[in-house]
């Protein structure tokens, strides 16, 4: 009986010293590129690895802003173009997910089909396209191009399906509709709170996905005060004699800190997923 409990132990031991392993690996480039930005061009290239911060902060920031970088302007454009994206994104999806699980309709299962067919077509391929279609309405150099898209989401549309396949009781649905409340009403009090950890999970990703999206602004956005914090990253160059890494760095850095904020806010509904996928029968 020991020796067992001893085992039981040491096989607990091992996974905590692997898990700890792994999330520190998993952390230390974060930290990395966090201490880098508080360094000078030349402790960088001495020592590319550091585990403190120095004293160079406000040295990087004053060069960062004397570059095409404009923190305030780049931070506003990647919010508004990720928080409603994500908004358009996870309620429209939400909603066509419910169209595709609750009713039944003749042509249900060839539409999902084709929303499958068009998760297949790389966005490289209509790039010159929605490039013309823009132009043409009058709406390059404008956020909207980078948002209202996003109301067609064929990999949102069907995880939140199957989600719902698996979590929805149609029995809930045809109540509702007994007792007089419209579809609409249905959807918004009954199933959006079913879906909130799904719709957490999938709002992670699309944020993540549109704030680092470079390709679609570069084709539409072309004055400096419609940029997005990736261009204004992607546009961080030095001289031909030298380039300052620390403000590179620190430019990194505050591209990548919002992303840990919305992770954190959200993580939790996450969990809660896992956890409701762990208890239903």
Not at 42 to 55: C, E, G, R
Not at 96 to 103: D, E, H, I, N, S
């Amino acid at each position: 009986m020991k020796s067992l409990k001893a085992s039981t132990n040491i096989t607990k031991t091992i996974i905590y010293i692997v898990c700890i392993f792994l999330s520190v690996l998993s952390i230390f480039p974060f930290w990395t590129m966090f201490v880098n930005a508080t360094r000078s061009t030349y402790q960088i290239q001495q020592d590319s690895v550091a585990l403190f911060p120095s004293t160079y902060l406000l040295s990087n920031w004053k060069i960062l802003n004397g570059k095409t970088f404009n923190a305030a302007v780049g931070f506003m454009n990647s919010m508004l173009v990720s928080s409603g994206a994500t908004l358009c994104a996870v309620y429209f999806s939400s909603l066509t997910a419910y169209a595709l699980v609750a009713y039944v309709w003749k042509l249900r299962q060839p539409f999902f089909t084709f929303i499958l067919a068009v998760m297949m077509i790389p966005a490289q391929i209509t790039g010159v396209g929605f490039y013309q279609m823009m132009y043409r309405i009058g709406w390059v150099n404008s956020l909207w191009p980078l948002i209202l898209p996003s109301i067609a989401a064929p990999a949102m549309v069907f995880f939140m399906r199957q989600y719902l396949m698996a979590t929805l009781s149609l029995d809930i649905v045809n109540s509702a509709r007994i007792d007089g409340a419209g579809e609409f009403f249905t959807f918004n009090r009954i199933i959006l709170p079913i879906m909130k950890p799904a719709m957490a999970t999938q709002a992670i990703f699309t944020f993540v996905t549109n704030w680092n999206n470079l390709f679609i602004p570069t084709i539409i956005l072309t004055r400096r005060e419609k940029y997005t914090m990736p261009i204004m990253v992607s546009l961080l160059r030095g001289d031909i004699y030298k380039t300052e890494y620390g403000s590179v760095y620190l430019g990194l850095a505050l591209t990548v800190l919002p992303l840990f904020i919305v992770y954190f806010l959200l993580s939790k509904y996450i969990i809660a997923g896992v956890a409701l996928g762990a208890l239903k029968e």
